[in-house]
């Protein structure tokens, strides 16, 4: 499986930034140092690596503002295209605005990209300008309306069905399905359910919250890839860095999981590591890092 991966180390953000060059502009015929600005240095960066660890995708956001981030020097590698590697991207880069705080997402697409971004829930708003000889068209989303993404809606029907029928502690908790957009799934529930002594959430419901999440994201992945199996959590460990006395929500990202279900196909368990983010209104409050094993079914 793909993932995402931040750029750190000298020789990562090297590969990172040769990737960008030989993208976007060696077949422009601009030397190397052209592919990077004075914004790179305040921005936040991500890259996707193949099993080799070579880099095949990077992308670039920067927050402009408290109200706007802006997404620039999205490339593919042609070679790995047509495997949702954009979107995985995006979806990375999405979650940084989204952290951030911004009010809206905008970028100068390619043309020939409009119709992949208008996919990714971007709309055209401008002409956009030409640079360097290519002709761009200016796209923007609204951050906010990445809460009102449910994709599959009978399944994630049928998935709120299966925890309340199987795990009956969901529907005492009051977890709901929020968002999912394919690449992020959102859980929340009521504080009021899940309080302590202190007027805060129970230490107990994090943890559960954060599993059920987890397990939830796996659960869809499987119906997504027409797979069957039986979801187990293998090993779980959460770090709470404050209390909970807002609203709670808790996300996990497809980008952010190590493993595969393709296991599952030659009738061999299946292990998925996935960190689940907690939090209190809109700050962060546990991180939730678990690893949940498929088994086959009849096995």
């Given amino acids: 499986m793909f993932h995402v991966h931040i750029p750190e180390t000298e020789q990562e953000l090297e590969d990172y930034y040769h990737l960008r060059w030989s993208l976007l502009r060696a077949p422009l015929q601009r030397p190397r140092g052209s592919e ?11 890259m996707i690596l193949n099993n080799a660890g070579t880099p095949i ?17 999205m490339a593919v590698d042609p070679n790995h295209r047509k495997q949702g590697l954009g979107s995985l991207l995006i979806s990375a880069l999405e979650d940084e605005a989204y952290k951030a705080g911004s009010e809206r997402i905008v970028m100068n697409a390619r043309v020939e990209a409009v119709p992949f971004y208008e996919k990714c829930g971007f709309s055209l708003v401008g002409s956009g300008q030409i640079s360097e000889g290519v002709r761009h068209r ?48 959102e859980t929340a529930a009521p504080l009021n359910a899940n309080v302590n002594v202190h007027d805060t959430m ?48 808790a996300v996990a990202h497809k980008y952010r999981m190590k493993g595969s279900l393709l ?4 009738g061999r368990n299946a292990k998925l590591d996935i960190d689940v983010d907690v939090y209190s209104g809109p700050k962060l409050a ?14």
């Fill in 36 to 46: 990077k600005d004075i914004y790179d240095e305040h921005s936040e960066h991500r």
């Fill in 57 to 73: 995708a990077c992308g670039r956001i920067y927050t402009a503002g408290a109200d706007e981030s802006q997404i620039h020097y």
């Fill in 138 to 185: 200016q796209m923007i989303k609204e951050v906010n309306a990445m809460d009102k993404i449910l994709r599959h809606p009978d399944w994630c029907a049928e998935l709120q069905q299966e925890w309340a029928s199987k795990i009956p502690i969901s529907q005492h908790m009051g977890i709901n399905i929020r968002q999912y957009s394919g690449w992020r799934f």
């Fill in 202 to 249: 129970f230490a107990g419901s994090i943890y559960s919250q954060a599993t059920l999440t987890g397990w939830g994201l796996v659960w869809l992945m499987l119906k997504e890839q027409g797979l069957l199996g039986n979801i187990v959590l293998s090993k779980g460990c959460i770090n709470y860095k404050r209390p909970i006395n807002l609203e709670p929500f």
């Fill in 263 to 266: 296991e599952l196909l030659e």
């Fill in 286 to 299: 546990a991180v939730f890092s678990a690893t949940f094993v498929v088994i086959p079914v009849g096995v």
